[in-house]
């Protein structure tokens, strides 16, 4: 484990060269007075809603409330989320919990505290001669990379909808984020993809079909979590208490009806939405995946990690005690914090 946690400070400088390329900056414009106290950088790697409610909190101003200057940068995938923690020069990341427990596997000492991610709204489309999911056989399927978030949110769908993906010899080939992945099967140069709402409707229109939604189907699921550092979480609890206030001040927005144009807005600006019903299908995914159900749910990780150990057995043995911490939304829920954002809901 310690001589994974050397690789990863060893190469991050190569790595944050190239992946620096590839960051994506989403906060308030430059032009505007920095009126919070403390920068906070946020590393993230799918283009996609699970990323809406942090881009909410921080294009509606919710993160200063608490003297946070909140930044996010998007990276390639989630191993190169994981590296930049690794190496300290972030204080927090937002990552699938695939490539929360695998970077914790070799030995990278993290505490994810928060998610208000609990439901998977997307569709498992295809190209339009694929009329059944028995026809998928042989079939591949487009994701970011294995053992990300995408990999992740593809085999839940199909292990719930009792496509085994053994059995029915199915390819998963690494392509990109959601947008890439949804060109790629317009293209057909892969035949299927688990997407949002939002980009499964652009694809539909081109006359792709669509196999399952995953609104009937019923699992355990947790999407893009809070994690900062162990150390951190000790040594600057108030900072991770303020982050994610945050996000549960978003969370409250998002779902407030005289907030959806600014909501629809934000979504279709980071996500480059050029038609209006795009957008409105953006907006309709990120309400009803985010609650104020926060607190990390061990239940869902556990299928999680049964599912991220066929790619990597090591991740069988992490102890998720030691890697999800609850106290944080514990003692905001105790604090009163929750009930009255519950009030606004």
């Not at 989630?78 to 190496?87: E, Q």
């Not at 709204?121 to 339009?128: D, F, M």
């Not at 079939?139 to 839940?156: D, Y």
């Not at 600057?236 to 945050?246: Q, S, W």
Request: charged share 20%; aromatic share 6%; hydrophobic share 45%.
């Amino acid at each position: 484990m310690a001589q994974q946690r050397v690789i990863f400070m060893k190469n991050f400088r190569t790595i944050w060269i190239f992946a620096s390329a590839l960051f994506l900056v989403h906060g308030p414009s430059a032009t505007l007075p920095v009126r919070a106290e403390e920068q906070v950088i946020v590393t993230y790697a799918g283009q996609s809603e699970s990323a809406g409610d942090m881009w909410v909190g921080i294009e509606k101003g919710l993160f200063r409330k608490y003297g946070l200057d909140v930044r996010m940068l998007q990276v390639r995938n989630g191993p190169l989320v994981m590296a930049t923690l690794a190496t300290g020069d972030v204080k927090a990341i937002f990552p699938a919990a695939s490539s929360a427990l695998s970077a914790t596997s070799g030995g990278l000492k993290i505490s994810c505290v928060a998610s208000s991610q609990n439901k998977l709204p997307r569709e498992l489309v295809a190209r339009k001669e694929i009329k059944s999911l028995d026809e998928l056989r042989g079939k591949t399927f487009g994701v970011q990379s294995i053992g990300g978030g995408l990999w992740l949110q593809t085999m839940i769908v199909l292990e719930s909808l009792g496509v085994d993906p053994e059995k029915h010899q199915l390819k998963m080939r690494v392509i990109g984020d959601i947008p890439t992945v949804t060109q790629a099967l317009m293209s057909e140069n892969i035949d299927a993809a688990v997407l949002p709402y939002s980009f499964a409707d652009i694809a539909k229109r081109a006359g792709f079909r669509s196999l399952a939604d995953t609104a009937t189907l019923k699992f355990g699921y947790q999407g893009n979590v809070l994690c900062v550092s162990r150390e951190l979480a000790a040594n600057a609890p108030d900072l991770v208490t303020r982050i994610i206030k945050g996000v549960i001040e978003s969370v409250v927005l998002i779902h407030g009806p005289s907030h959806k144009q600014d909501v629809m807005e934000v979504l279709r600006k980071n996500l480059r939405l050029a038609k209006a019903e795009d957008a409105e299908a953006s907006y309709r995914v990120l309400s009803s995946m985010t609650s104020l159900d926060i607190a990390p749910n061990f239940e869902a990780w556990r299928s999680i990690q049964r599912i991220v150990s066929r790619v990597n057995p090591k991740v069988g043995q992490v102890d998720l005690n030691q890697v999800l911490d609850g106290s944080f939304v514990r003692r905001i829920e105790e604090s009163g914090f929750l009930s009255e954002m519950r009030k606004k809901l």
